[in-house]
C-alpha cells in the first residue's frame, strides 16, 4: 500500500475528498496510490493537506509512528460514521453552532450547514447533526400545537415553550459532550435528512 493511500485512509479522506481538498484531479490521486511518485506542486500540496513533510509521500508504505506524527494525536473511533481526530474540533464547533436556534429558530439548520460547507465537512457526522436539528425543527411546532389545542392555560404554554427549546440545548450540548469524549455522537437518526 502506498504512503500517500495509508495516510489518506488514516486520516479518514476519500481520493474525491482529498483530490477536491488539493484541487487536483481524483485520477492523479489514484495514479500516485498506484506507485506514481508525486512530483512538484503535487507533492507539495499533498504534503500540506496531509500534514506530513514532502519526502514522506514516496511510494514505501508508512509505519504506524510515522501516521501518529502526521498530526493524528487523538484516538479514531468509527462506529457507522468515522470521526477523525483532525476533524474533530470542526465537528464540535459545527454541532454547537445549533444552539444559535435561541436567536432565530432556522439557524440550528442554517448555521451548521454554512459551516460544514465554509469548512469543506462532508461527512455522515456532519449530516447526522443537521438531520437531527431538522427532526426537532420539524417536531417542535408540531409538539407545541398539539399542546395549545389542550388550552391548559398560560404558564404550560410557557412551560411547553421552555421545554421544547431547552430539549434542543440539551440535545446539542449532550452530543458536544459524547463527540469531545469519545468521538461519536449520542443522539443520531438512523437515516439522513440531508
Known sequence: MS?????REAQHLTQEELAEKARISVRT?????????PKGHTLKTLAQILNVAERELGSQPVAEEQ??????TEPVVAVNDVVAAH??????LLNLSSILFVVLPP???AAPLL???FLKQKNPIVRQLVSV???????APIV???GIFLKPGNRFTLGLMAAIVLSNVYLILRNAYELDRSHKLRYKLNFNLI
Open 3 to 7: 504512503k500517500l493511500k495509508q495516510l
Open 29 to 37: 490521486i489514484q495514479r500516485i496510490e498506484a506507485g506514481t511518485e
Open 67 to 72: 501516521v501518529a506524527v502526521a498530526g493524528i
Open 87 to 92: 476533524d474533530l474540533q470542526q465537528l464540535k
Open 107 to 109: 439557524l440550528n439548520i
Open 115 to 117: 459551516l460544514a460547507y
Open 133 to 139: 436539528q431538522m427532526l426537532w425543527t420539524l417536531l
Open 144 to 146: 407545541f400545537m398539539a
